[in-house]
């Protein structure tokens, strides 16, 4: 806003952010959304319509003059809501839960408040300063080693995604491989994974110039839940060594995207670590678990790996976008992304006695989220942040045992943590291809209600349905209806077979 | 939170979500931002603490035990607020600010409230299909052609930052040039750009593997205002192409970081079309003034490029992190980074009837950003934000005029945006060390009073003073107030000379 400009004939008088205005119009939205909380069960958890629904039934131009608030949030009402699948919903329990809390939604709004573009330590010394201290309250909370924390030798870093998590750790593993090997070498490295890794691996490598070739996704079985063989991974290094390649990277999974299943560290980081791999954890869902000292063993071995990721979207409570990247040796990741251009340039980045998170990351700009993390942490404590990880969990066990106890059904895979992977398989007879129809039509039909929302995956040729407990507000009462349902909808499949 | 679990014994009731008090919670922190913001004026500008001033002062660990929200807010004021740089201060004319509104604060709001994951079509219709809508809106508020339009034949998508933005459609340049010359040639690939493209771009090449030996950044110079220079593209490319390289990828600048320099568009395009090469344009800040009809000549020529990528955080009153990237042929976006998953998979993905935005970026998940677009362009209209705009530019002008006015000052380069690059150069006999000693210190003591923060860029050997107006808060009496200030900085230097 200017006043000389804004007092010239025609030009109206224009200020976005007035705080008066803000505090009338933010006070508003805070009682649509509560109230969206509120009623939020009253809406289909998938929603019901059909591709173009929006498209069709908006303007093609931006209004030329202001709309009224209250125009808008009718138009929230009317024409989103309906198309929101509603993640928030204590009936959705697809893909993996995105969690949200008062805290993190408060953390969140003090981030778009102060608006801050931290990327070096003077843009904004506070953003820089908070986001270390809490990567290593998680990481102290996950009991990492040293090695990981800003009070060891390493550090961490508030990524977007575990996608740019597992990107920045592959390009600092790829520089330091080409400065050995030469830069004429990117040909000759292979990177590692199991069939079940999220495929956000394969599409890193393929950003990075990896060959698909040179991408080995080693198959599991459903005998080994799932899980990467040490023995297979050491069979396959040593194939591509005999091959003149070189082995550059394993990404290990805690917490598999279809069935939770988890990869071993300590051995597999024992068969890299022979060959100087790069060893990367994504533990972007089940990590958050090992906070509770009943699931930390599945961390077991991390002290001998390069990076780990994890994304407290998923488990902890914090809303999108939020990865914790944590690293043993930050040097080479400022090394792969660091950028020094003059209009950059200050004493303290110069002075080394800062950390400046654009070198960490892949973009320049970057949010103050680790407000969210600070409020959560400190709104809820450990112990409740334990309970609410033990009641998910002990939530998904009554599902699992509703599966259980009934013989139409069977459980796929062990369940681990929130995940329940299940089939209706009432009658081994049937056929495989039969069964998966029958698995298809009941995902259907229950999805079609609107009253629950699940996914599917396919592993060792099955067809799974994936029931996964972790939206904020799912209470034990969801549950229940939820089963209730799946049985109401397999009682009418099976009734026409 | 589970009822059966949260009822057991020692485990205390846990609702991280209770409506009642996100309601109570969320009003209270309202008011906070808007006090925030009724008193931003009365913190300095640019922190003044020294580095690790936070970490000294917090716990090494979380609280195991919830903290209330008023200790918490005590703790933002005492701790947070002394150590951020105020963004959103009117006193803030460094880098280009990040600008924000309440619209764009109530659309965020939105977005965090439904945390819907939209990386395709069935996880959120809506988000996917508002994105489209107001992507397009834009794209028409720019008179762009219709081959960037999903009305017409090409599309939009909201990524993160410019990074991200230059980073994907590379890597669809890369592997479409990839598919024609073999694999075994990423050695060959060479991108250009200006010696004042930000430096993302370069880092962008080295992340996907192009060798730092190909990458060229052509000289510009004063006398052609620092702009990109079609003539000595053409050499470039012809001596790359004599030494049998390919020329992959342009990145022509509408307004460069240090001194918001324009490449020419389709000058740059015809040398780049003639060779195959992919265009990009990078508008990050100065796209937005091309909703002024005024400034819109600036974007001719887009119709020959390949895609185009400008950041509402900068001057469209979003706040961070938004910047909208268009590209003409969606399907090499889309081809370089789609994956298709099991669990993922769904009937409309499958039928083709629909765009899943996971295809067009780095990442998987993604936030229903296109909320805080939507707000923006409705609650304000196309009026206002051409109004906004020319208030910023209007301010800047007065800024340029007070430094023409003294003598002892000079603008370096044409003013055409927002931004004033200028320096104090009292005397020609002082010689450019000299000089550039004089403006240091005009800097560091303009910055050290917290009253106003600029930064700095050097262009053509010369240390300049960049001015840039745009915050949102900005008025004419901060603009006059900042020249008051650093005429009051340069007597006192001059005094000692």
Redo the contacts between chains.
Sequence with gaps: ??????NLPN??H??????????K???E???F??D???NIESYPV??Q?Q?????AS?P????????S?E??LED?KN??????????SPNFF??FP?T???????G???C??????GFN???????T??E???I???A??LKLPKSFM??GTGGGVIQ?????AI?VTL?AA??KALDVYG??N??KLVVYASDQT???F??AC????I?PRNIRLIPTTIDAGFSLSPVQLKAAVEADMADGLVPLYLCVTLGT??TTAVDPIELLAGVAKEHGMWVHVDAAYAGSACICPEFRHHLNGVERVDSLSLSP?KWL?S???CCCLWVKNPTALVK??S??????RNK?SESD??VDFKDWQ??????FKS?RL??I????????LQ??I???V??AK?FEEFVRSDPRFEIVVPREFGLVCFRLNPDETFGSDYTELLNRKLLDWVNSTGRVYM????VGGIYVL?FAVGA??????H?VAAWKLIKEGADALLKTV
């Design positions: 806003m200017g006043r000389i400009e804004s030009t109206p224009f200020n976005p952010l007035n705080p008066r205005e803000f505090r119009q933010a006070h939205m805070v009682d959304i509560a969206y909380y509120q998938l929603s319509v591709p173009g629904y929006l498209r908006l093609q131009k931006a209004p030329s003059l202001p709309e608030l125009t808008i929230v024409q989103i809501i309906p198309g929101m699948t509603h993640w928030l697809a893909f995105s949200v809390s008062t805290a993190g939604f408060l969140e709004m003090l778009t408040c102060f608006n801050s573009v330590w003077i843009a904004s010394p506070a953003a300063e908070l270390m201290v809490v290593d309250w998680l102290d909370m800003f009070q977007n995604t575990t996608s740019e990107l390009i790829r520089d830069s004429g990117l040909n999220h495929s956000t394969a599409k393929k950003m990075v110039g060959s995207t279809s979207h409570l809303g999108l976008d792969a992304l950028t020094n251009p003059e209009y950059l303290q006695s800062v892949v973009g320049t700009g970057r949010r407000l600070w409020l942490f400190r709104t809820y404590g450990v112990v409740n309970g609410h033990r009641s998910d002990g939530m009554i996914t599917h995956t396919k994936r904020t507000l799912t209470a034990d009462n549950v």
